[in-house]
């Protein structure tokens, strides 16, 4: 059997602009979940994760390439991939705001084919979970976006998904209630659902996934354990430094390579805030000499300076800036 | 001046920003002038109208509700895209810049009277030589002076429920009604008739028939009297709708309704 | 067929807790019954009743697919609650047919308010036909106008103008329907264009059963609407494939 839930094989994906020519949203990409695991999927604004997130919805088939989910392969199976997935997008849409909650979970659970007692079951055990149960004959238009938010997840739930697909889950949950929901779907993965989810909240990823995926214009740059990630720029030597008076990437090349020659080249310049520059840099003796580091931090206007393992967020910006 | 000008302009760019030339063409021109042609057929089942009286005062209702329309959906509008609560906030009188911007409904009427009025003489065979073009525009003019008001009040029920298309197919109903076009204001019950007098467009109607009747002498007179009377309606409604705009602005505020749809 | 029933039975609820939708089922046929009688008051034939009726019914069903089903549609999309129902294992079509037949059982109920107004306000006698002929008619109308809503449905479906299209349709359909005149008396390529709306048969037939003696099984509107269901029917599917092919191929289901 296929250790894979989820599949992605030389995935592309081209749009028709206005004027006729094709827009790439995704390039080629391959990526693989495997069962009962978190898979974080992170990039900037259109990187190409909503039309991932589209393509194994079963909203949208790729150009081209292939996709497989729970072994079978999607573009000509839809409806057999329908039944064990679903999906839950961020924000308050996706829901009949006038209706209650429980009429809600009643006409979604009826797309699944659950009826009688098993529905009822599970539409208590769902609001329970999502702690609704006690407003649950309200309408949704008076749920506030918290409340929402954790319907879209019982609704989410209706049909026990083998790969939930969640793309910005948390976006306008406040702290608590993102925990809440960081539990449950803890709780599903250690049962055995497959998750594929979106987010800008690198930290949230980090604490939720086992993989995590970094897509940028809709390329898969990097892809692996949050640890692999780091040992990927590690390998090399990330250094995170204040420099004063650095305005660009070619005065920040200059300074480092007036100290370093061919010892330590910069490679890429990852990204300067105010007087902060953070860059890559590679070590071509792959030995750090570390008189000669500390001559360059004393002469040069660097007040502080590190080298170690890069954060998430320092891991994404590398892959994700130009 | 240049100000408002601009305000106008943008906000009726913005309203119709979706539409492309076919589908505002469509919207401005061919619906009114379909409506017409529906109930002109009407009417003429009766078969004791004078016709050219007929189409014309139709095709002016029918311009004047399209156009006046546009103001009861622009504070619903501003309230969906969440951009209400940036004019509330500002310095201005939010009613005098919804009012404002409304105006370019004005100048949408007086095109949608005249470019239907040349079509309805190659389409419905219209004998339109005789018609007083300056006095076709006042009508339009003074009907939607009073149309707009009512119009806006009706918009102004988008503060505090998310049902507007309901009442504005009452506007709509009540404006065609009582306007007089589509079948004689004296076939109403007495009371009724008395009410007819206050509705915004009526009077604008009355006027046109007379002069699409071709009642020369009493022109002058009715012009008056008519005139007169859409001018107070529109300035009564414009006082009852600073009232009750300013009512529901603070249900709003208080019931934080200013962006929720 | 139960997701058919579910889906019908919350939009009950949906459409009924909408004042617009309210609106369009009985305040409308009371304002168009008014304003009809108004415009033919002078016309001296001796069933202005039965005149107004049809014509006012007709009108009305047609305002309940424009408001109801057709902008639902448009506002599922706004909620985003169409993808949901997309990416479910039933089928579109089953999910959508019970919407539209739950407003149209609603906006049946337009013909009893107009009935109502006209014979007790207006005291205008409609002498109303057997119940076997008021029931086929009532599933004739019922299952024209479903089929009819669902394939205009998935023709605005991935349109941004939608909403827009369908209100100017609006007094067309009620010109090429013979609400307004004869429709002998229109040009022959509109004819034919009124030949494919149900309206125009709907207009006939509901024209024909106030004659007590009409046998409706020899009506050639019967079976003009029976055609036009099949054909709309036909549509549906073959709508039902472009679409989907558009919503996945094309990815346009969330533009709006």
Do not use: C
């Amino acid at each position: 059997m296929n250790e894979y839930m989820i599949n992605l094989d030389k995935v592309s994906r081209t749009y028709k602009e206005k004027n006729g020519t094709d827009f790439v949203a995704l390039n080629q990409i391959s990526l693989n979940v495997k069962k009962g695991t978190i898979h974080g999927l992170i990039g900037p604004n259109g990187a190409g994760k909503s039309t991932t997130m589209k393509i194994l919805s079963t909203l949208l088939l790729p150009s081209s390439g292939t996709v497989t989910m729970k072994g079978i392969e999607l573009q000509s199976n839809l409806n057999a991939v329908r039944q064990d997935i679903n999906f839950i997008y961020g924000g308050e849409r996706d829901l009949y705001w006038r209706l209650t909650a429980r009429e809600n979970l009643e006409y979604f659970s009826a797309l699944y084919s659950l009826k009688g007692v098993e529905q009822k079951e599970k539409i208590k055990e769902l609001l329970e979970l999502v702690q609704l149960t006690d407003v649950a004959n309200k309408k949704v238009e008076t749920y506030s976006k918290g409340m929402k938010q954790r319907l879209q997840i019982a609704r989410g739930l209706l049909n026990n998904p083998r790969i939930l697909l969640l793309d910005e889950p948390t976006i306008g949950l406040d702290r608590q209630s993102a925990e809440e929901f960081k539990n449950i779907i803890r709780h599903l993965a250690a049962n055995g659902t497959t998750i594929l989810f979106t987010s800008h909240y690198l930290e949230e990823v980090e604490d939720l996934s086992d993989e995590i995926t970094i897509i940028s214009r809709g390329e898969i740059v990097a892809s692996g354990t949050a640890q692999e990630l780091r040992s990927n720029i590690g390998k090399e030597l990330y250094v995170h430094a204040v420099v004063e008076n650095v305005v660009n990437r070619k005065q920040a090349i200059t300074l480092f390579s007036r100290y370093f020659g061919d010892e330590l080249s910069v490679e890429k310049y990852v990204e300067r805030t105010g007087n902060v520059i953070e860059m890559k840099v590679s070590l071509s003796n792959k030995k750090l000499d570390d008189v000669k580091l500390s001559s360059f931090v004393q002469n040069s206007k660097i007040r502080e300076w590190k080298i170690g393992s890069p954060s998430l967020d320092e891991i994404y910006r590398y892959y994700t800036t130009v | 001046m240049r100000r408002w000008g601009t305000l106008i302009w943008l906000s009726y760019k913005e309203q119709y920003a979706t539409f492309n030339l076919i589908s505002f063409m469509v919207y401005k021109i061919v619906q009114p002038m379909i409506q017409v042609i529906f109930f002109v057929l009407l009417i003429s089942k009766n078969g004791d109208s004078n016709i050219k009286s007929v189409v014309l005062t139709n095709i002016i209702l029918a311009a004047v509700v399209n156009a006046a329309v546009y103001s009861g959906v622009i504070l619903s509008n501003e309230r969906v895209q969440g951009t209400l609560k940036l004019i509330v906030a500002s310095r201005n009188d939010t009613f005098k810049i919804v009012f404002l911007r409304s105006l370019a409904g004005i100048i949408d009427a007086i095109i949608m009277v005249i470019v239907p009025i040349i079509l309805a003489k190659f389409v419905l065979h219209i004998d339109i030589n005789s018609i007083d073009i300056i006095a076709v525009v006042i009508t339009v003019f003074l009907g939607m002076l009073a149309a707009i008001p009512l119009s806006l009040l009706i918009g102004s029920m988008s503060l505090i429920t998310t049902d507007l298309n309901l009442f504005i197919n009452l506007f709509i109903f009540v404006i065609n009604f009582f306007s007089g076009a589509l079948f004689s204001s004296q076939k109403l019950p007495y009371l009724w008739q008395v009410i007819s007098n206050f509705i915004p467009l009526h009077n604008s109607i009355q006027f046109a028939m007379a002069i699409f009747n071709e009642r020369q002498p009493h022109i002058n007179w009715q012009l008056v009297i008519f005139s007169g009377r859409e001018i107070s309606i529109s300035i009564v409604l414009i006082i009852v709708n600073v009232v009750i705009y300013k009512k529901f602005e603070r249900t709003a505020q208080k019931g934080g309704t200013l962006e929720l749809y | 067929m139960r997701v058919l029933l579910t889906s019908l039975r919350l939009q009950f609820k949906q459409s009924l807790s909408r004042s617009t939708y309210r609106f369009v089922i009985i305040i409308q046929p009371i304002l168009n019954t008014i304003l009809l009688y108004f415009i033919l008051s002078n016309k001296n034939f001796v069933n202005v009743g039965e005149y107004l009726f049809v014509n006012v019914s007709v009108m009305n069903l047609w305002s309940s697919i424009v408001f109801s089903s057709l902008s639902d549609l448009t506002r599922e999309k706004r909620m985003g609650v169409l993808g949901s129902n997309f990416a479910s294992p039933v089928k579109f079509q089953w999910i959508y047919g019970g919407k539209v037949i739950a407003n149209l059982i609603l906006a049946l109920w337009s013909f009893a308010v107009s009935y109502l107004i006209i014979q007790y306000v207006f005291d205008l006698n409609i002498v109303l036909p057997n119940v076997y002929t008021l029931i086929t008619v009532y599933f004739l109308l019922l299952i024209s106008f479903t089929t009819l809503s669902l394939f205009l449905s998935y023709f605005f479906l991935l349109n941004r103008q939608a909403i827009f299209w369908i209100n100017v349709l609006e007094y067309p359909i009620y010109l090429l329907s013979g609400i307004a005149t004869s429709i002998q008396k229109l040009p022959w390529f509109l004819q034919i264009i009124s030949w494919l709306l149900p309206t125009k048969w709907i207009v006939g037939l509901l024209h024909q059963i106030f004659n007590a003696k009409y046998n409706i099984l020899t009506s050639a509107n019967v079976y003009g609407l029976l055609i036009l269901t099949a054909l709309y029917g036909i549509g549906i599917i073959v709508m039902n494939n472009i679409m989907e092919r558009k919503i996945l191929v094309e990815g346009q289901l969330e533009v709006y």
